[in-house]
């Protein structure tokens, strides 16, 4: 996947979903009514597992799936940034911050 459509992805999905992903912990990758987080919503169904929840989208148990979805090291460090954004801020503070982060890494921001 290009940053672009990691970018594309995770924005659209985020602001359709419009709401965290959390679990009786907090956040989640797949949290509760189905929902999933910035990092989560990259990950196929057939390469998520429970041990995943509580990792950070640069921990080691993720390294093979993004090497498996061919997310280079660089690109994991922009979906972390990604992952900071859903956990730390407020939903209705979400488009701001992706658009913010769009003009920062030359994106296009997807028409949500």
Request: aromatic share 6%; glycine share 8%; hydrophobic share 40%.
């Amino acid at each position: 996947m290009t940053r672009q459509e990691i970018f594309t992805k995770v924005a659209t999905h985020l602001l359709t979903q419009n709401a965290q992903s959390r679990d009786g912990l907090g956040c989640a990758y797949r949290g509760e009514e189905g929902r999933m987080c910035a990092a989560g919503c990259l990950i196929p169904d057939e390469l998520y597992t429970p041990g995943l929840e509580g990792a950070s989208a640069l921990d080691a148990k993720l390294v093979d799936v993004w090497k498996q979805l061919g997310i280079s090291k660089l690109d994991q460090c922009f979906i972390k940034v990604l992952q900071v954004l859903h956990d730390a801020k407020p939903v209705e503070e979400w488009r701001d911050g992706l658009k913010k982060l769009a003009k920062a890494h030359k994106l296009k921001f997807p028409r949500v």
